[in-house]
């Protein structure tokens, strides 16, 4: 089990933290802290706040990602996604939206935004070669294996 410390950031009393919508949930829903609406037209971005820091344990990444439904009826999607939360970060955690959609979409405060998934990091030591060992597949990418 890891412990990950939640603080509330002023004026967002109001605002819900991280929750699990169902007992086997993946994510903790991620709600608006806006002080007003935002209209996110057509091929905009913009940074929702989300009320609230954490301090996580090293070797834990949160990752933030998208709400299907959103995604779905609306074209309203994360950019950088996953977008990734390191373990030393303590300020407030923001969602980077963008609207891929054909309609303006309103933001309502309290509104559900994004999801926030925690991953474990394995320990990486990276070492420097001269070769690296053959495989079948080699140095082909970005759709060598054909459609």
Known sequence: MHYVQIKRMPGCEDIHLPVKMTELAA????????????????????????G?????????????????????????????TPGTIDADYRGEVKVLLVNLGQEPF?????????????????QVELQQVEELSDTVR????????GK
């Open 52 to 80: 609230f820091a954490m301090a996580m344990p090293g070797g834990l990444e949160a990752q933030i990602r998208p709400r299907s439904g959103l995604a779905y009826k609306h074209g309203i999607t994360c950019l950088n």
């Open 138 to 145: 080699g140095a082909g990418g970005f759709g060598h294996t």
């Open 106 to 122: 309103v933001i309502e405060r309290h509104e559900r935004i994004a999801q926030m998934v925690f991953q474990s990091l394995p």
């Open 27 to 50: 994510g903790f829903d991620l709600h608006a802290a806006l002080q007003e609406p935002v209209v996110l037209n057509p091929g905009e971005r913009t940074l929702i706040p989300a």
